[in-house]
């Protein structure tokens, strides 16, 4: 949407406060690998290694206000309607990295020539996976399979929070692979550290090729900083990425799911992309990375002669219990009775 419809436009429809961050410490550090490179792992040793705080994807959705200037950073790098590469810069990063003292993980990532023009005293780490395939699979199973999934695009258009997260993905992660991961993810791969390397040679920038594997040693060889004793720290690791995001969001689709249409509204769209599953007297809403299962109590029209999907049901959109309370709660059939 961002790009046919100018983002000054959205924000007056989906109105957010943005943070205007100016630098107040010297970048230090570009680890400018895409996701699923151990770029969780990489910041908290960064923290330790005393960078102070480390910009990763999971910080811009803890700072929603962020988003926005993403998406227009995004829509200045690859839209269609809104190219504009003078707004690339290192005042218009700082707005949303200028409290931090080295970056981490998309969506930074996805300006990596920018950022090495923008900051030229960083030292530069390309964190990488050396299995290309294994690292596919990886970002097919979490970002790329979540973001392009209609459950978690369509609740967007009824909350502010989603719908920037969703705008901020769209230009970050779809673009960048051309729209269709499952096709060119690999290429964007391949060119995505081939486009560091080039510019990094261009500018005489040493770099420090890393793996998670490495660890420790040839990180602080290079930061020049003392080895600590205890083991690489590990973080955002596939099976529990899926958790993460329901709670982390979970208040939004809460929010969402408080004035989203009627279940029924969507029952004729090809294969239910709401996950509405209708079932005697209720229906149950399923999003992408909730692994419990909001059940809304559906009342009947009296001149209805029976629950059928259509436009003769009607769905109350109450529940007796929250939906970020779902997600604390220990999973069990007497739960889903209770809802």
Known sequence: MAGIIPIKLLKLIYPIK????TRDRP???????LGRTGTESLALALEELGYGEVYHGWKTAALPGCLVQWARLGNAKYGKHGKNPALL????????IGHCGAVTDLPTAAFGPEMLRAYPEAKVILNRRRDVDAWYESQKKTIAKLFTDWRSIVPGLFETELFWTWQCVRFVVIKMAGDDFERNGKEM?????AQLEAECRKQGREWLDWTVQDGWEPLCKFLD???????????????????RLARLHAKQFQRALEILPSPYCWSWWPSQPLGIVWQAGSASYSAPGFDKVLKLRCTKHP?????????????????????????????????????
Do not use: C, M
């Open 18 to 21: 943005e943070p205007d961050f």
């Open 189 to 193: 791969y391949a060119e995505h550290y």
């Open 89 to 96: 810069n290192r005042a218009e990063f700082d707005r949303v």
């Open 225 to 243: 900083k003392p080895v600590p004793t205890h083991p690489f720290p590990a973080g955002n690791k596939v099976g529990d990425f899926e958790a």
């Open 303 to 339: 001149w209805s002669s029976g629950l059928k999907p259509g436009f003769e049901d009607h769905a109350s959109y109450t529940s007796r219990r929250s939906l970020p309370a779902l997600l604390e709660a220990e999973s069990s059939p007497a739960l889903v009775r209770d809802i």
């Open 27 to 33: 970048l230090q550090v570009l680890a400018l690998g």
